[in-house]
Every structure is written in C-alpha cells, then in structure tokens.
C-alpha cells in the first residue's frame, strides 16, 4: 500500500482548500467591479453643456446664472 507524506497531503489538500475560498471571492471582486463601472441610465454620454440645459429647461436656474456658467465650463 501506498501511504501519503505529511508533505504531499498539505499541498494537495491547501492548495485545493486555498482555490475554493479564493475563486468565488475573486469572482464577487469581479462582478463588483464590473457592476461599480457601469453608468446610471441617463447619464451616459451627457455633458456639462447638456446637465446646464436640462437645469435650465427645468427652472432650476436662470438666465443670467445658464449664461454664467455656460461661459466657465468653455462651450
């Protein structure tokens, strides 16, 4: 019969233990990276110009506030 070494069990049986903790850790890490990356729906692709139109269109500032600001951010 053969019989193991103290040695060869602990490689075997860590190294297995080891990858079943850390390959659903890295895979939650992952999702929630890839998750966090995302951009809310309405937000993709606006721009300065287009977040001080919509505040405009809606009242939240006026006139002379839309031009002020529409000449800091350069367009």
């Known amino acids: 019969m053969h019989a193991y070494d103290h040695g060869e069990w602990m490689f ?3 190294f297995v233990m080891l990858l079943w ?3 659903p ?3 939650i ?3 929630a990276m890839f ?3 995302r951009t809310p729906p309405g937000d993709a692709g606006q721009t300065a110009l287009d977040i001080l139109k919509e505040r405009y269109a809606r009242g939240e500032i006026g006139k002379d ?3 002020e600001k529409k000449r800091v951010i350069g367009e």
């Open 12 to 14: 075997g049986g860590g």
């Open 21 to 23: 903790w850390l390959l």
């Open 25 to 27: 850790i890295a895979l």
């Open 29 to 31: 890490v992952l999702a």
């Open 35 to 37: 998750f966090s990356r």
């Open 65 to 67: 506030e839309f031009d």
